[in-house]
Structures are given as C-alpha cells and as structure tokens.
C-alpha cells in the first residue's frame, strides 16, 4: 500500500473508500482508498481527496452552464 499524498495520479471522479487496518489508524489524516481507474490502493489525506472531488464537481457545473448559456444564444 502506497502513500500517496494527493491522491491517485489519474484523479478519477470518485474514490472508493476501503477499510483502514489496525496500523492505518497510526496515521492521523490519511485515509485508505481503492481507485476504479487504475484499480491501485493507496492511502491518502482526505483533505486532497476531497479537494480533487470539488474541482471535478465544479468543472462538471461549469461545463453544464456553459451548455445551458450556448442553448439560450442559439
Ligand atoms: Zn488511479
């Protein structure tokens, strides 16, 4: 198991949380999660989870707006 500090280096959308074992619990602020992406697991801080799941929420609202401005222009 891997630390990554920033998550994944494919930043998929969305994370699956896995079960932490005994020792993981030593490690305040990380959290164990399994990428679907590139099906690695590793542990990461879950304040940069978290972060990355924003900006993918975000790009996808702006990208929804962008689409609703395009359709009122036209
Ligand atoms: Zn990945």
Partial sequence: MKILKAGCACRPPS?????RSPWMRLLPGL????????G??????????????????????????EAADAARAA
């Fill in 15 to 19: 994370l699956e949380r896995l079960e």
């Fill in 31 to 38: 959290r164990a999660y399994h990428c679907p992406s590139c």
């Fill in 40 to 65: 690695q697991s590793f542990l990461a801080s879950k304040r940069e989870v978290t972060d990355i799941m924003v900006s993918h929420r975000q790009r996808l609202f702006t990208r929804s707006h």
